[in-house]
């Protein structure tokens, strides 16, 4: 079977660093996903590792590493607005639908 | 912009009643999803289709179906709906395995 595991939730103070991590054990594996999702909106991308290693996009940043098959996304300068679900995601394939963690709820507080 | 529509944000209809979502997206994205999100349960498949006329059952398929007679164009159907399939309803397209785009779901309750 496929199965992601992330935190259910993670609190962290305004201005800090925290980092959300993701292990992953599924059939097959073509790279990680990271989706963020506000309160009663929709899940929009973040970022993507098809390779080993750390991907930086401004204040996000997120690492894979395969042979442990886990990664994480490392959020920098806590906003509140970064006060979201975050969702680690894997294609099993190149043509599969992707698999889902279920989620980690980050709450950013001042 | 990429941009997935859905056809309501809100829907409140009673047992038994057959319900239709739809969902366009245009990007000329050849795949199309459709998930349900519930607490604690995180974002569960029902449905994909990777062509038109082409439909493949996800992980919660039973008392769905689903239709896409244009690329663009993903539609899902509760033939009977019931109160277990109140959930938000989240439409997705993708061009590759790496990003999907999502539509701003649907919050279905059934009476």
């Known amino acids: 079977g496929q199965s992601l595991e992330q935190p259910s939730e993670v609190t962290a103070v305004e201005g800090a660093i925290v980092q959300i991590n993701c292990t992953y054990q599924?059939?097959?594996?073509?790279?990680l996903s990271w989706y963020q999702q506000h309160d009663g909106g929709a899940p929009t991308f973040l970022s993507y590792?098809?390779?080993?290693g750390l991907e930086e996009t401004g204040r996000f940043s997120s690492f894979l590493s395969r042979s442990d098959s886990y990664g994480y996304l490392l959020l920098q300068e806590l906003q509140m607005k970064d006060s979201a679900s975050y969702f680690c995601?894997?294609?099993?394939?190149?043509?599969?639908?992707?698999?889902f963690g279920k989620g980690t709820r980050l709450s950013v507080i001042a | 912009d990429v941009k997935v529509t859905q056809s309501s944000r809100y829907l409140v209809k009673r047992t038994g009643e057959k319900v239709f979502l739809e969902c366009v997206q245009d990007?000329?994205?050849?795949?199309m999803f459709w998930y349900r999100q519930d607490p604690g349960l995180g974002l569960r498949l029902i449905y994909f289709?990777?062509?038109?006329?082409?439909?493949e059952k996800g992980d919660i398929p039973e008392g769905y179906s689903v239709s896409r007679e244009k690329k663009e164009r993903f539609s899902l159907i509760l033939e009977s709906a019931s109160t277990n399939q109140t959930s938000m309803y989240l439409c997705?397209?993708?061009?590759?395995?790496?990003?999907?785009?999502f539509g701003p779901g649907t919050r279905l309750t059934v009476l």
């Open positions: 997705a397209s993708s061009g590759g395995a790496d990003t999907q785009y």
């Open positions: 599924t059939s097959g594996f073509y790279g």
């Open positions: 590792n098809a390779l080993d």
């Open positions: 995601a894997v294609p099993p394939s190149g043509n599969t639908p992707l698999v």
């Open positions: 990007m000329d994205h050849e795949n």
């Open positions: 289709s990777y062509d038109v006329k082409m439909k």
